[in-house]
C-alpha cells in the first residue's frame, strides 16, 4: 500500500495541472509505483499467492490504461513510457 505522502508525490510529478487528480498518465504512475512495491513483497513473501493475483490484476489494468492511452494520445503516451521506464 502506498501512503498518501507517496500518492502525493506520484500525482505531483506526472500531473497536467494543478488539479489534476484522476487523468490516465496519474493512473498508470499510481499503479506503476504500487507494482513496483508489491513487487519487492512478493520477493521475500514467494508464497503469497493473494497477492500475487492483485499485482496480476493491477499490471492488467496499467495494460488497458497505456493502450487507452497509446489509441488517444500517442505522444503522451511515449513521454510516460519513457518518464516511467516501462517497454512498450
Given at each position: 500500500m502506498l501512503?498518501?505522502?507517496?500518492?502525493?508525490?506520484?500525482?505531483k510529478e506526472s500531473a497536467l495541472h494543478d488539479t489534476d487528480t484522476g487523468s490516465v498518465e496519474i493512473q498508470v504512475s499510481l499503479l506503476t509505483k504500487q507494482i513496483s512495491e508489491l513487487t519487492d513483497h512478493l520477493k521475500t513473501h514467494k508464497k503469497d499467492n493473494h497477492s500475487r493475483r492483485g499485482l496480476?490484476?493491477?499490471?492488467?489494468?496499467r495494460k488497458k490504461l497505456l493502450s487507452y492511452l497509446e489509441k488517444?494520445?500517442?505522444k503522451s503516451y511515449a513521454s510516460l513510457i519513457?518518464?516511467?521506464g516501462l517497454k512498450k
Open positions: 501512503t498518501t505522502r507517496q500518492k502525493l508525490n506520484v500525482i496480476l490484476k493491477m499490471v492488467g489494468k488517444n494520445n500517442p519513457r518518464k516511467l
